[in-house]
Structure formats: structure tokens, C-alpha cells
């Protein structure tokens, strides 16, 4: 296989992943709107009816609307699973794919999951590597009650 038909064949996933992040945006932006028409119509007793239709469409969008999310963020953590450093350490690994099937989580919650993919699972290593990840740029700390860490977007940067 010459170096011209691999990079054909990365070409399709290049474009599903900017498909899958169009369509979530779409997703997105009919939610807002349908948002706004339920506001309009509740405001109006006349419409009631037609306000608990508008809400089932709402929530049946929002059900696309998840995969997708889950589908760009396993997207993402591939290209962080492959750098080198990454790819040879096993819990930093777990680590990556928890955060990118679960989205934000706190330290507690992916230690839980580390240890359900590897069948133990130090706290105290747990937060060490997910301290080294937040250093290189791999994870996002975001404050809060309980401190939860996201995968930094690597579209975003």
C-alpha cells in the first residue's frame, strides 16, 4: 500500500468527524429554537395542547443528541491516544477513554472507572496522572464543589 492510499483512507474519518460535529451543532441550535417556541407557547394558554407535543420533539432530538457528543469525544480521545507517552501507559489510557465515554468526571468517579477497566485502580496513582495529563494539555480541570476533569478539545486548539 503506497503513503497516497493511506491518507485516502484517512480522508473519510477526517470528514465524519467534522459531520458529526456539524450535525451535533445542528442538533443544538433546533433545541434552542424549540426552546424558544415552547417559551412562546406557554405564554399563550390557547396553544396549551400543542406545548406538550413541542416538549416530546425537544426530548426526542436531545436523545440524537447524545451519541453524538459521545462519538465526538471517543473522536478526540483517539487522536490523544496515539501520542506515544500516552499509548504506553496503561492507566493514563483508562484514564482518557473513561473521561471520553463518561464526559466530566472527579477524581473519585475515575478511579471507579479505571479500576472497572483494569480491575484495580490506586486513588493516589489515579490523581497523579490525571495531574501529569492537566500539565501537558491533555485534560481540563474545571473548579467547582468537587474539581471534574474533561478532555481538552483538540479541535479547539
Do not use: F, H
Amino acid at each position: 500500500m503506497t503513503s497516497k492510499e493511506s491518507i485516502e483512507k484517512l480522508r473519510p474519518k477526517e470528514e465524519s468527524t467534522s459531520n458529526v460535529e456539524e450535525l451535533g451543532k445542528k442538533l443544538d441550535q433546533i433545541i434552542r429554537r424549540l426552546d424558544l417556541l415552547e417559551k412562546l407557547i406557554l405564554e399563550k394558554p390557547e396553544y396549551e395542547g400543542v406545548a406538550a407535543a413541542l416538549g416530546l420533539t425537544r426530548l426526542g432530538i436531545g436523545i440524537y443528541g447524545e451519541p453524538l457528543k459521545i462519538a465526538a469525544r471517543l473522536k478526540n480521545a483517539e487522536t490523544y491516544l496515539r501520542q506515544k507517552p500516552i499509548a504506553q501507559d496503561e492507566i493514563s489510557r483508562c484514564i482518557i477513554q473513561a473521561l471520553a465515554v463518561k464526559g466530566a468526571l472527579n477524581i473519585s468517579a475515575i478511579t471507579r472507572q479505571v479500576a472497572a477497566m483494569r480491575g484495580k485502580a490506586s486513588r493516589r496513582i489515579v490523581r497523579k496522572r490525571v495531574k501529569k495529563l492537566t500539565e501537558q494539555g491533555v485534560l481540563l480541570r474545571k473548579e467547582g464543589k468537587a474539581p471534574t476533569y474533561e478532555l481538552v478539545n483538540k479541535a479547539d486548539q
